[in-house]
């Protein structure tokens, strides 16, 4: 009997040569322009020749920035908001599915996060929470400003498919725009946008419906959501699994199940020190509790570290998919090696230097060789 984890999955209308999957990680190999490198091209192939069924890009940015990154000392990430970068991801997607994986674009608006230095104005949220790290206080966005950015994401989402991508993933997670209006810590808006869960949900499920009428049936959507903020007064439990459905329902063909915020619990995102079995697959309750409320394919993140705890995963149906960061800088070649017959759990420790780099150094493995 073949590994659940080795067997082909559809995702949508995508077919899948099997249910593992790169998840979106910050390459910083992006130019400061944001557009894709051949270091970039190259780590993909890697990737994609060592057996990992579909990558996801690092999040692109769907709106232009005023500066530059390389100002404020930071790598750029990568960009989609104009034609201008169709053609080299185009060149990028060939070379992918020539070696036989599949390739998602990751889409994101950062919202209250971005750094008004490169906006060139205050960041725009559902309201105006100052983020305490910053001491920034986001402009609360107009009507006007919402369907603008739902345009924005429906234009991005036309040019990935336009350059060939087999799938977008909309950014929902980890404290960008879309969990700035699901969150009612985030969110207190007294229109349709905010107060219930449904109405907190409405930004996604409209951006998820302008994209689907614009890239049609049989493109595969997905959405990464955080289903925990960790934040008080946050988005959490039930609600957050009846908000992820109710959006999935708008058209969306599979849900990345994460938690977290950049901006205010961090180290949830990526737990540190994650060494045991136990420890592992530390959002598995909310994917479970997703597989109950859609028909959407669930995609699971965070902590996956051994095949006995994918295995499980997958065979007791909790999740269709899994998908891994951090385990896939250390080994790229780790789908391989497991296919293989070489079923030692992932080498990477956790040890989160990769993530307390990324902004500032093309990503790498820190274990062996640590910044000086
Ligand atoms: C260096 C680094 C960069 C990341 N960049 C992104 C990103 O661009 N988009 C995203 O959705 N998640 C990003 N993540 C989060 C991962 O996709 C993933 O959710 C998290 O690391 C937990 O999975 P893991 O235990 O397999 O690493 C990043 C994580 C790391 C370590």
């Not at 036989?100 to 960041?123: D, F, T, V, Y």
């Not at 950049?262 to 995102?269: A, D, F, K, V, Y």
Request: one cysteine or more; hydrophobic letters at 40%.
């Amino acid at each position: 009997m073949p590994e659940p984890l080795f067997q082909p999955a559809a995702l949508g209308g995508l077919e899948l040569p099997n249910r593992l999957v790169r998840a979106a990680t910050f390459e910083g190999m992006a130019t400061d322009q944001g557009f894709p490198t051949a270091r970039l091209r190259e780590l993909y192939c890697r990737l994609a020749g060592s057996g990992v069924g579909l990558i996801i890009t690092s999040g692109a940015t769907i709106g232009a920035w005023a500066k530059r990154p390389s100002t404020l000392g930071v790598l750029s990430p990568l960009a989609i908001h104009h034609d201008r970068f169709i053609e080299p991801w185009a060149e990028i997607v060939d070379a992918v599915h020539a070696q036989g994986a599949k390739l998602a674009l990751q889409i994101g608006h950062n919202g209250r996060m971005e750094p008004p230095e490169l906006r060139g104005s205050a960041p725009m949220a559902p309201s105006a929470v100052p983020l305490e790290a910053t001491g920034v206080t986001p402009r609360e966005m107009t009507q006007d400003d919402i369907a603008e950015v739902v345009e924005l994401f429906g234009r991005a989402c036309g040019r990935a498919q336009a350059a060939g991508f087999d799938a977008v993933e909309f950014h929902g997670a980890h404290g960008n725009l879309i969990t700035n209006f699901m969150s009612p810590f985030t969110n207190r808006r007294s229109d349709g946008y905010g107060g219930s869960a449904a109405n907190r949900a409405r930004f996604a499920v409209e951006v998820v419906r302008r994209c689907r009428e614009l890239v049609g049936p049989g493109f595969t959507l997905l959405m990464k959501l955080s289903f925990d903020d960790f934040t008080e007064h946050g988005l959490r439990g039930q609600e957050a699994v009846d908000m992820a459905a109710l959006i999935a329902a708008a058209g969306l063909d599979g849900i990345e199940v994460s938690g977290g915020t950049l901006s205010e619990s961090g180290e949830r995102i990526a737990v540190r020190g994650v060494r045991a079995p136990s420890q592992e697959a530390y959002f598995r309750e909310y994917a479970r509790a997703l597989k109950q409320r859609t028909d959407a394919s669930v995609i699971l993140v965070g902590g996956l570290r051994s095949l006995g705890v994918i295995q499980e995963v997958l065979a007791q149906g909790e999740a269709d998919l899994v998908a891994m960061s951090r385990p896939f800088i250390r080994e790229p070649e780790l789908a391989r090696r497991w296919e293989s017959g070489d079923t030692r759990e992932a080498s990477c420790r956790s040890c989160n230097q990769c993530f307390e780099n990324w902004m500032f150094r093309p990503l790498r493995c820190y274990l062996d060789h640590p910044q000086p």
